[in-house]
Each structure stands twice: as C-alpha cells, then as structure tokens.
C-alpha cells in the first residue's frame, strides 16, 4: 500500500506521505517522498510543492526501529532527503498539524515556508533516546527560534505549542483551520525564490556564555546522561559555516548511538510498548463495556486510584464502611486537586466537574451497577475475603472484581467468590494517581475477556500495564524482597543507611532502600515480613528493621524513621537513635564492622534483583525480561539510562554477573540462597546468551 499521494492544485503540488501510527519516517517513507518531490519539480506546471502528513498529524519523526540497522543508512537516508527539500529550486511549504517531532521537524525545517494548526506540539525528542537530532535540528533550530528556546527544546525533548512558536520565525502562518489550505492560500502569495534555513546567520553574541550556564544546569540535574551535554555541544557548532556545524552535529549522533546510555533508553522505549502483548490471547479477545466503576476504601491508596478513574471521565462509587473515613476520603482527593489547582494545571470548574462524578457510599447495594470495582483495603487476606464475600453478593454479572493486593495470593481471593474468571489483580502504585505503573495479576481462572479490559484499563488511565502471573509479591515486590534484604545484611556488615542510599542514588536509582522505607512506612514492610515469617517455615531475614519499628520508628509519618528529620521530610539526617541500634544488633550478631565499598553495595542491590528476575522468567510470572524491567523502570525508580535491571546485566554481560554472584555466595553471613544462581541465569551465562535475546 503506498505511503505517499500526490495530487495537483493548479501549479501546486501537494505531497501527503502517511504511515500510521505516527508517520514515521521509514525507509519506504522516505523513498516514496523522494520520488514525489522529484515528480514535482520535474514538472515545469508545477510551481510551488506543500508536504504534509497525514491521518491528522505530520509526523512522528524517524522510525527508530530502523536505528542500528542497514535501513537507517539506505538511501535516500534522512538527511539525503531533508537536503532535497531544502535545495528545491521551487519553493516547498510544510503544513504541519497534530505532531511534529525528531526527524519530522527536522523535514520540517528544512522547508523554505511551515504553516501550522494552532494545535499542532512541535519538538525534538531524541535526547529522551539518549541521542541528539542528527539530521540538521541543532543546526536548523537555533536559527529560526533563537539558541536560549533551542537549547531548551532540544535539551529537555519537551514539544513545544504552535501558538508559543508562533512569535519566532520558525513558523509563518499559525491557523486555527486546516494547514493545508492555508498552505496553498501562502502558495499563491509568496513567489519569491526559496528561502533556505542554513543560510539563516545565527546572530547571537552571548552564544557561549548561553551554552556555558546551560551545560552546568545540565552537569547539576543530569550529570551522567551524555546526551544533553552533546546537544549544547552541538549547538555551538551552530555558530560555523552550516556543513561544519552538520559535521559536528553527525559525529555527536553516531558516537552517542554507541552508547550504553542510548541502547538503554531505546530498550526501554521498546520494552513500554511491548509489555502490552500478551502471546497467548486470540487478537480477537473482545473486552467487556467499562463505563462504570467502584473504589472501596477511600484512604490514600483508595483516593489515588479514584482520582485515576475521574482524570479519565469515568464515574466512580466510593465506598467506605463509616462517614469518617468517607468524608477523609473526599477531603483527600479534593486536597489533590486543590494542588493541582495551584500549581496551575486545573481550572476550578474542571475540578468541580471531575469531583462530581464520585458517588461517595457507605453501603455495598449502591456499587452493584458497576462494570469494574477495586477494593483498596488494608493488606489482609482476612479483610479481603470480607469484601470480596460482599462483592460476589452484590456486583451484576460480568462486573470485574479486582484486587489491589501488592503481595497477597490472588487465586485465593478469587476462591471467595462464585466467580473466580471474573477476578484479576490490579496492583497500582503509590500514589496512584502519580505513578504510570500498574501490575495486572492474571490468576489462574482469570478469563481472557477480563484481562483484556484490565490491560486496556490501564491505557485507559495512563498507565504502563505489565501483565504479571499469581506468586507472593507479583514481579516488582517479589524482586524487591532479596534487594531489601541486600541492603540491611549490608548495613549489619558495617555500612550505614546513608551510604548504602547515597550509592546506589549515584547508580540512578530515584530513592534508595532506606529513604524509600521511612516515606512509605517502615510498617508495612514489617507486617509482610510477620506474614511470611508465619507462612514460610525457616524464612530469613535480618531482624534489624523489625527493631526499628519496635522503636515506633515508622518512617516520616511518626517523625523518624532510619533517618531523623528535624527540618523536614525533604532533609534526612542520620540518627543517633539508629547508629545505637545498629551498633548493638551487630554486636547481638557477633559482627565486627568492616568497610563496605559503594561498588560492592552496587552490585549487591543490583545482582540481587537481576538473579531473582531470572528466577521469575522461569516460572512464567513474567512473560518476558524487558517487562520486567518496565516494572522497574516505572514503578521502582530504577534509573532508564540504565535500561532496566535485566538490561543492564546484558550490558554487563552475564558471564559478568555470575562471577560476581559467586564472590558474594563465599560471604558468610547472610541468606545463602540469595547467591544460588537462578538456573536460566546460569545457563544464559554458560551459553554467552542474553535475557534480552532469549525474550
């Protein structure tokens, strides 16, 4: 099927290339575009040409599944066409709506005119890939709209509205109709011989000073990501003779493409949008209508998600067993919105709007309409069966009952109902209303029909949704477990809190193990581990945190935790309380303190998750490796310069990894089975195989 038309409006030709989803610009694309533009300036009837995309956008830019392939290079490659829209000797007007990113704006810019929909977001992304725009946008950019705007597009990766660049001169017309035919309006206005962004001069006189307080902002957010810094790089290089800069811009690009950074983030690009594929499920699979829904439990977790369903414009019963906690409930996610409203991202009839679509209940028989309810409750298996005992009571046939559970068995909650195929896990994240990622837990009975609209749910709410099979904890905190206990082994062998925190922050991490657990409550990790400790015969683990929380220290909520916070939740500083109660754990243990390298904790924290990842993609709870490194990426902070953890031991390769694994199984203290190597890990190591290409 062609990706390019062609049609004629009197002497102009207009060019529509299309290629759904976003108009990438493929290598077929691109060959087609070429012969289009070559067709139209070979005709002498043809007098001015407007390229625009289709299916209501221009284009997403390049087709970044063809990066590191034969594709990207073949010709015409991007920057080979760009060139042949730029040098047209007939003038080429770009009509731009919708989208207009990376390599589309690059096309874009090279356009002697550019009309836009006052709608349409215009940016350069590619620094999200770990890349910089390497077919002219450092070069073009900073011409048309300034260096201080360019290096803040480029830089941040962030699109920008048509109406804002309206004022610069990267854009000539911004119209509320069609681009298009305010295009072929400009066409019959402007005869002038076509002008070429590169021979724009770049007349700013502070340009180093400019790049300078921009590389040490860049140097303070983002010190390890390279890209950003070859950005500013680049755009100096704006201040030569155009191919010099072009020169610079190309090698930037290709040795940034080599980049461990860049293969990260480009993993981590694919694997998001991957983890919706479930492989076993007939394309067919139809969803069930899901118009309406119902929260139970009106607390932080119950609020949060409540929200999610009103930002998505579904209806919502809120159910709570007394008005106390109905009304706190309300307050709570009224108190959201008000944040929201002063940060200036809500208008007050907006608010009223979404707050009125929440039905608040203090009764079972009001939800029973409902097509999807989530109970948010406490984390017992004893007040879950309440609830879900009352909700196979009440709830219509084929209403979806889904449980919120982070740890606990979902096939035996879907054992209190009658209707265990309508059951499933949906394991948001705190808060809810914040974090993208969302566990949807596939129980044994759960039916197709009910995981596909739990799956589609989650895009429905904005969330990354990774399908995760029924096991104590699901992918992301049964991974957590053995990292957790890494961490406080580590501290009973002589490194602190702080340090353990502050190295693996420097690896990326968002928060480490002992921050994480003084804002979340150093409580609800306990009462797991008195759980497991009652279920699981000989379970280990270290007592030292049970102590804490013996101490009432619970984290930020009760005033301190690991850290003490006397000037707030945003300074932790070290306890003297703490330092005690460690000193006399280890000496209850017999341990005498050593010192703990950074690397050490690092590798610990790290080969923790990966070995325990492995075991998971043996048992089928993960259906393949770069899910789990969705999980982490977008519900545990790990950092996406990193790809993920099971990614990132590729990149170290997994020989590597083994290795290391064995040099900590000599450690005598500890859970030895922590350094047992899973099985696939072992054999992914001995074979000089990938989690990556093994799927």
């Known amino acids: 099927m062609p990706h390019v038309t062609y049609r004629l409006h009197h002497t102009v030709a207009v060019i529509t290339f299309s290629s759904p989803p976003v108009n990438g610009l493929s290598h077929a694309v691109r060959s087609e575009l070429a012969a289009a533009l070559a067709r139209a300036t070979a005709d002498s009837g043809v007098r001015t040409i407007v390229l625009t995309g289709g299916n209501g956008l221009f284009s997403g830019g390049a087709d970044i599944r063809e990066f590191g392939t034969p594709a990207m290079v073949r010709e015409p490659h991007l920057r080979q066409l760009i060139e042949m829209v730029e040098m047209s000797d007939k003038p080429v007007i770009a009509a731009i709506t919708g989208l207009c990113l990376g390599g589309g704006l690059e096309l874009a810019l090279a356009a002697h005119y550019r009309v836009s929909s006052a709608g349409a977001r215009l940016g350069l992304p590619e620094v999200k890939l770990g890349l910089l725009p390497g077919a002219g946008g450092t070069q073009r950019l900073p011409r048309l709209v300034g260096v201080e705007m360019a290096i803040s597009m480029i830089t941040s990766g962030e699109p920008v509205l048509a109406t804002v660049l309206a004022k610069t001169a990267l854009l000539d017309r911004v119209v ?45 957010r983002r010190p390890r990501l390279p890209a950003p810094l070859r950005c500013i790089d680049a755009i100096e290089a704006a201040a030569r003779p155009f191919d010099e800069g072009l020169a610079v811009e190309r090698q930037a690009f290709l040795e940034l493409m080599q980049s461990p950074e860049s293969k990260a983030l480009r993993h981590a690009f694919f694997a998001e949008r991957g983890a919706g594929k479930i492989d076993d499920l007939a394309a067919s699979t139809a969803a069930r209508p899901l118009e309406t829904a119902a929260v139970i439990g009106a607390g932080t977790m119950g609020a949060g998600i409540t929200v999610c369903f009103l930002e998505a414009g579904i209806p919502v019963w809120l159910l709570e067993s007394d008005q106390a906690a109905l009304d706190g409930g309300m307050t709570r996610i009224g108190g959201i919105y008000d944040g929201q409203i002063k940060r200036g991202k809500l208008g007050e009839s907006e608010r009223n709007r979404r707050m009125a679509l929440i039905s608040p209940t203090l009764s079972y028989g009001s939800i029973g309409q409902a097509d999807i309810v989530i109970e948010a409750v406490p984390e017992s298996m004893e007040i879950k069966q309440s609830v879900f005992t009352a909700l196979d009571r009440v709830m219509k046939p084929g209403a979806i009952l889904a449980t919120n559970t982070s740890t606990l068995d979902v096939n035996r909650i879907a054992g209190f109902t009658r209707r265990p195929g309508d059951v499933v896990g949906t394991h948001f994240f705190s808060p809810a209303n914040v974090m993208r990622l969302l566990e949807v837990v596939r129980g044994t009975a759960t039916t197709p029909e009910v995981l596909v609209t739990a799956m589609q749910l989650g895009k429905r709410l904005k969330k990354v949704a990774v399908v995760s099979g029924v096991c104590d904890g699901f992918i992301g905190n049964r991974m957590l477990e053995p990292y957790l206990k890494q961490a406080f082994y580590l501290v009973e062998e002589g490194a602190s809190p702080g340090q353990v925190d502050a190295a693996i922050e420097a690896f990326g991490v968002a928060m480490g193990p002992f921050r994480v657990g003084d804002l979340v409550g150093n409580d609800v990790s306990w009462a797991i581990r008195q759980r497991r400790r009652a279920e699981r015969p000989g379970y280990l683990f270290s007592t030292l945190p049970d102590r804490l929380c013996e101490l009432g220290r619970f984290g930020q909520k009760s005033g301190g935790g690991w850290y003490d916070y006397p000037d707030g939740p945003r300074n932790p500083m070290a306890s003297r309380v703490v330092e005690h109660l460690i000193a006399a754990h280890r000496a209850e243990l017999g341990l005498t303190p050593r010192q703990v390298s950074d690397s050490e904790i690092v590798d610990r924290l790290v080969y923790a998750l990966v070995s325990e990842g492995a075991r998971i993609l043996t048992e089928g709870i993960a259906a393949r490796a770069s899910d789990i490194d969705v999980v982490y990426l977008t519900g545990y902070g790990f950092p996406a310069s990193r790809g993920g953890p099971m990614f990132h031991a590729d990149l170290i390769g997994l020989e590597n990894v083994c290795r290391r694994i064995g040099e900590f199984a000599a450690n005598p203290h500890g859970d030895p089975a922590c350094w047992t190597p899973a099985p696939l890990l072992a054999s992914l190591a001995d074979s000089g195989g990938s989690f990556t290409g093994q799927g």
């Not at 509320?176 to 001069?201: K, Q, S, Y």
Request: include cysteine; aromatic fraction near 2%; glycine fraction near 6%.
């Open 176 to 220: 509320d109709g069609d681009p298009v035919a305010a295009a072929l309006e400009l066409a019959t206005i402007e005869t002038g011989p076509p002008r070429r962004t590169r021979d724009v001069p770049l007349s700013e006189p502070n340009l180093a000073a400019l790049c300078a307080a921009a590389r040490g902002r860049l140097e303070f």
